[in-house]
T-cell receptor, first 112, second 113 residues
């Protein structure tokens, strides 16, 4: 089955700086890569996703890049703000019965 | 409100108890999921239902038993659990199995004593 590795487990950045979280996946058949944000005590919520026919996608301060050859994808957050502090999860899916396979999560801390 | 509601929000149960977790979605989705979220571990997929049919998943202990009576409701029946089963149990739904956004409920925080 699919295996997703996520790094780093904790990331601390100064407010206004950029943050990058990286994930690798093992199954070359995976073709859907969402990113979820989970604030303390709340449910995971989708913030951006990318499909395998696209190399990059942006939504305001958030962007995701995908390298299918290397089987890795990354989340980029620019101009970080205190409300960006949360745990971020990457995931991969082949679209089959295995659903989404998640990484272990990255605790992003924005320092004022 | 994402349209996926879970009850109860918190549950404490003894190892000999039987309890059930409930999930309801009002999004018209065809696929529903149970995930387990433990500290320091990735979200673990437990069960998948598509069009009310369970997609086989053999890696979950039999003390967890899912039920999907219709496309809007999903249950997780619990019996003779162990303390290591304490975790946040998240329900999610998506339009279909095929690579569509999963909407999560707020979860049930389960503590087994």
């Amino acid at each position: 089955g699919e295996n997703v590795e996520q790094h780093p487990s904790t990331l601390s950045v100064q407010e206004g700086d950029s943050a990058v979280i990286k994930c690798t996946y093992s199954d070359s058949a995976s073709n859907y890569f969402p990113w979820y944000k989970q604030e303390l005590g709340k449910r995971p919520q989708l913030i951006i996703d990318i499909r395998s026919n696209v190399g990059e996608k942006k939504d305001q301060r958030i962007a995701v890049t995908l390298n299918k050859t290397a089987k890795h994808f990354s989340l980029h957050i620019t101009e970080t703000q205190p409300e960006d502090s949360a745990v971020y999860f990457c995931a991969a899916s082949t679209g089959g019965a295995d659903g989404l396979t998640f990484g272990k999560g990255t605790h992003l801390i924005i320092q004022p | 409100e994402t349209g996926v509601t879970q009850t109860p929000r918190h549950l404490v149960m003894g190892m000999t108890n039987k309890k059930s977790l409930k999930c309801e979605q009002h999004l018209g989705h065809n696929a529903m999921y149970w995930y387990k979220q433990s500290a320091k571990k990735p979200l673990e997929l437990m069960f998948v239902y598509s069009l009310e049919e369970r997609v086989e998943n053999n890696s979950v202990p039999s003390r967890f038993s899912p039920e999907c009576p219709n496309s809007s409701h999903l249950f997780l029946h619990l019996h003779t659990l162990q303390p290591e089963d304490s975790a946040l149990y998240l329900c999610a739904s998506s339009q279909s199995l095929a690579n569509t956004e999963a909407f999560f409920g707020q979860g049930t925080r389960l503590t087994v004593v």
